[in-house]
C-alpha cells in the first residue's frame, strides 16, 4: 500500500485547466456585473470579490485534496455518513424561504450553500464503493442493482422536489457512465435509462412552466417577450460578438439586457467579448478537461479510482455541455451554470 499511494501525483496539467477555467470565470463574473453590482451596491467589485474569493479558495482546496490519497474515502463510514448528510442537507432547503420559486439554498450568517452540489460528489463516491465492493455480482438486480438505483433515487428525488430538473439530469448521466464503467448488462442500463426518460418527460408534461418553457426553446423568437426571452437574448449577444468579439469588458447584452449574464448566461458574455475563438477555447478547455480526468480515471491503480474518476469528470462536463447548449439554444432552458464559471447562486428554477 506504501509503495502504491507514493506513485500517486498531482496531475499538474489537469490541475492547470481547472485553475485556467475558474481564472478566466472570476474575470468574466466582474465584467458581466460590474454595472450590475454598481447599481445595486455602488461598487462594481462586489460580485467579482466574492468570485474571487471563492475561486482561490476553490483552488486551493482542490490543491489539497488532490495530496490525499483517494483510497481514504473508500471506508463504510465514509461513503455512507457523506450519502446520509447529504441527504439530510437536502431535506433541510425546505426550512428556507424560498427564491425564484424554488428552495434550493441554505442561508446562514451572509453566505448561502446549495446542498444539491454535494450529490454530484456523493454519488459518484457512493457507487464507485458500491460497484467495486459488488464486482462479482454486477448482474444481481437484489443485491446490486436496487441499491444503486435506490441511492440516485434518493438523492435526485430530493433535488427534484426543491425543484431542480436540471441537477437531476446531471445525476442521471454520472449513474449513467459509472454504471456502463462498472461493466453494468446492457439491460439493466437500458431499463434504466428508460425509465430516466420517461420521468423526464413527465416532469415535464405535469409542470405548465416547464411546458412553456419547451415551446419558448422550439420557436424563441415567437416568445420573445416572456418564456423565450433569455434564450433570444443569449442568442443576439453571442451572435453580435462575431469572430473576434468586442472586446474584454465592452458588451452591451450584460446591460440589463441578458438576464443572469454573470450567473447562467456568463458564456453568451463570452461570446459577445471573445466571439467566435473565445467560446471554441472554452469549449476546447473543457474537451481537454475531459480528456485528461478521463485518462487519469482509466489510469488509477484500482476500479474504485476508475469509477470514481469517471463520475466526477461525468457531472463537471455534462453540466459544462448542457450550460452551452442551453446558451445557444440546442436544448430547453434549465438552470445549470458553467462549472468552474460560476457557483450558481442566481440560478432560476
Not at 425546505?94 to 460528489?121: C, D, H, M, V, Y
Not at 449513474?175 to 413527465?202: D, E, N, P, T, W
Not at 465592452?250 to 458564456?267: N, V
Request: positive net charge.
Amino acid at each position: 500500500m506504501a509503495t502504491q499511494i507514493s506513485k500517486i501525483r498531482t496531475d499538474w496539467f489537469l490541475f492547470a485547466i481547472a485553475a485556467g477555467l475558474s481564472l478566466f470565470g472570476a474575470a468574466m463574473v466582474y465584467s458581466a456585473s460590474a454595472m450590475i453590482a454598481l447599481r445595486e451596491s455602488q461598487s462594481q467589485f462586489t460580485y467579482f470579490y466574492k468570485q474571487f474569493a471563492f475561486t482561490l479558495a476553490g483552488l486551493a482546496a482542490m490543491f489539497i485534496v488532490s495530496r490525499i490519497d483517494y483510497r481514504r474515502y473508500q471506508s463504510t463510514w465514509f461513503v455512507y455518513g457523506f450519502l446520509a448528510i447529504t441527504a439530510l442537507l437536502l431535506v433541510a432547503v425546505f426550512g428556507f424561504p424560498s427564491i425564484n420559486g424554488a428552495r434550493r439554498w441554505i442561508r446562514f450568517a451572509g453566505l448561502s450553500f446549495q446542498p444539491s452540489e454535494l450529490t454530484k460528489i456523493a454519488l459518484p463516491v457512493f457507487l464507485a464503493f458500491f460497484l467495486t465492493r459488488h464486482e462479482k455480482t454486477m448482474g444481481e438486480i437484489k443485491s446490486t442493482v436496487i441499491p444503486c438505483v435506490a441511492a440516485l433515487a434518493l438523492l435526485a428525488g430530493l433535488v427534484f422536489i426543491e425543484p431542480d430538473l436540471g441537477t437531476v439530469i446531471v445525476l442521471c448521466a454520472i449513474f449513467s457512465a459509472v454504471y456502463f464503467a462498472a461493466g453494468a448488462k446492457l439491460l439493466h442500463i437500458a431499463s434504466v435509462a428508460a425509465v430516466m426518460v420517461i420521468g423526464g418527460i413527465g416532469a415535464v408534461v405535469l409542470a405548465p412552466w416547464r411546458v412553456q418553457r419547451l415551446m419558448a426553446f422550439l420557436d424563441p423568437f415567437s416568445h420573445s417577450e416572456d418564456a423565450g426571452y433569455q434564450v433570444v437574448q443569449s442568442l443576439m449577444a453571442i451572435g453580435s460578438g462575431g469572430i473576434a468579439g468586442e472586446g474584454f469588458a465592452k458588451g452591451q447584452a450584460k446591460l440589463f439586457y441578458l438576464p443572469y449574464p454573470y450567473s447562467d448566461f456568463i458564456f453568451s458574455v463570452v461570446g459577445e467579448e471573445f466571439g467566435l475563438i473565445g467560446t471554441l477555447a472554452v469549449v476546447i478547455a473543457f474537451g481537454l478537461l475531459l480528456w485528461r480526468g478521463t485518462r487519469a480515471a482509466m489510469n488509477a491503480p484500482d476500479r474504485f479510482g476508475t469509477l470514481l474518476g469517471i463520475g466526477i469528470i461525468t457531472g463537471i462536463v455534462v453540466q459544462a455541455l448542457f450550460n452551452i447548449s442551453v446558451v445557444i439554444s440546442i436544448v430547453p432552458a434549465k438552470g445549470i451554470p458553467l462549472p468552474l464559471f460560476r457557483t450558481g447562486e442566481h440560478r432560476f428554477s
